[in-house]
């Protein structure tokens, strides 16, 4: 099993940035990919972004692209998401996720741990 633990949330102005980490501990060797997703209130979970364990290759969402980027530091099994020219409407609770290899990372239901959120808030 893979313990996952963000941290990074915050409150923001609209233009501003955050970076959220996401530290892998455990059985970090069935990872395949670490994701995020967001669920904003009253609304379903979304994908935002997801990284490759193996390959590095990087996978976003269409709201991400361009705004938020992923990484990692393999030394410390931590990804991260750097958000800048953050919305209002990126407020939500975000969740770090570990998919297997091979998986679809667009997709939540092939992540099989999760950490437990962070909030994310962004005033405008």
């Known amino acids: 099993q893979v313990q996952l633990v963000e941290s990074g949330g915050g409150l923001v102005q609209a233009g501003g940035s955050l970076r959220l980490s996401c530290a892998a501990s455990?059985?970090?060797?069935?990872?395949?990919?670490l994701g995020w997703f967001r669920q904003a209130p009253g609304k379903e979970r979304r994908f935002v972004a997801a990284?490759?364990?193996?390959?590095?290759?990087?996978y976003y969402s269409d709201s991400a692209k361009g705004r938020f980027t992923i990484s990692r530091d393999n030394a410390k099994n931590t990804v991260y998401l750097q958000m800048n020219n953050l919305k209002p409407e990126d407020t939500a609770v975000y969740y770090c996720?570990?998919?297997?290899?091979?998986?679809?990372?667009?997709?939540?239901?092939?992540?099989?741990?999760w950490g437990q959120g962070t909030q994310v808030t962004v005033s405008s």
């Open positions: 455990g059985r970090t060797w069935s990872v395949g990919a």
């Open positions: 990284l490759n364990w193996r390959s590095s290759t990087t």
């Open positions: 996720a570990k998919a297997p290899e091979g998986s679809d990372y667009y997709r939540q239901f092939e992540y099989d741990s």
